[in-house]
């Protein structure tokens, strides 16, 4: 009896040990099949000869080649390296101003962080809905301007296959540009007071002191910034869906909405396979590099 008991204690402690291991397996292992599991089929698509169904023979590299000899899938790669060169580095300018400027302790500090970052609160397709209707030359910007009287204002990006992308990175600056100055306006706000003022007392303007001393010290955070805007811009789907459809035409098309059409709308799942491989191998390629440096400085520090 008094062994019964003794084990019925163990098993009943050990069940409260191991409680949460319990609760969150089913989340972690339904995680590694959804997530991973996927992963690994889709690779293996991609060397198939999968075209409107699952074809599960090896194909070599025969759909990567398919791919690569597809002008609409090097219209999405220029369009990304257009969208996301542009995207990246005018968040990152218009983040630090912005940021620099709320250093600055103004009035309605709290407010204007609010505004500032209220876009990012908003989901894509929101985003790309309202712009849509901002930038429609038949009710937007255009016609305001015309029934102001300005009669020769033109502004068609959104149906001009030239500039159209243009508008998915006006779209996008809109939304992320906040949560950067979000970021720099942390990492202002942890410089170490005591420099700024011996800079202030050495006579260094306002100006000096920034591009000398505090944004040389937060190099840190452009980088994280720069890493999860290029996160957000390979992976950018939904707002290009409700902006522009990736049209004219496919002008806007970038990978992640080629990869959508391909599998859903040309029947061609091996393509779509191989165009997702390719958007993990450059998410992989930004990722893994920053996570071994921050693994890397913090093994340093420890």
Same mark, same amino acid.
């Given at each position: ?5 003794? @084990? ?105 962080? @609010? ?13 790309? @809905? ?18 102001? %009287? ?27 540009? %906040? ?67 990736? %049209? ?55």
């Amino acid at each position: 009896m008094g062994a019964s008991s003794s @084990t019925e204690s163990n098993l009943m402690a050990s069940l409260q040990r191991n409680l949460s291991k319990i609760v969150v397996a089913p989340s972690f292992a339904a995680s590694l099949f959804f997530v991973y599991g996927f992963i690994i089929w889709t690779a293996w698509m991609a060397f198939s000869k999968s075209r409107m169904m699952p074809v599960y023979d090896w194909a070599g590299l025969r759909q990567y080649e398919r791919l690569w000899q597809m002008e609409r899938w090097h219209v999405a790669i220029e369009n990304l390296l257009i969208f996301g060169g542009l995207f990246i580095v005018i968040c990152l300018v218009l983040g630090c101003l912005l940021a620099v400027l709320l250093d600055q302790r103004i009035r309605a500090e709290g407010v204007l962080r @609010t505004v500032f970052l209220y876009p990012m609160a908003l989901s894509f397709i929101v985003t790309g @809905t309202v712009w849509k209707w901002i930038l429609n030359p038949g009710l937007g910007l255009e016609k305001m301007m015309h029934d102001l %009287g300005w009669a020769s204002f033109k502004f068609d990006w959104l149906v001009n296959s030239d500039f159209a992308i243009y508008t998915v990175v006006i779209a996008a600056v809109w939304q992320a540009s %906040g949560f950067v100055m979000a970021m720099f306006l942390a990492a202002l706000r942890g410089v170490d007071q005591d420099i700024i003022r011996a800079a202030y007392m050495d006579g260094a303007s306002l100006p000096r002191i920034y591009f000398g001393i505090i944004i040389p010290s937060i190099r840190p955070v452009f980088l994280s910034a720069i890493v999860v805007l290029a996160h957000l811009a390979v992976k950018s789907f939904d707002l290009v869906i409700a902006l522009t459809g990736g %049209g004219p035409g496919y002008s806007s098309d970038l990978p992640a909405t080629f990869m959508y059409t391909m599998a859903f709308q040309r029947n061609q799942l091996g393509v779509s396979a191989a165009s997702a491989m390719m958007m993990l191998a450059t998410v992989m390629a930004i990722i893994v590099p920053y996570l071994y440096s921050e693994l890397r400085g913090g093994k340093k520090n420890g």
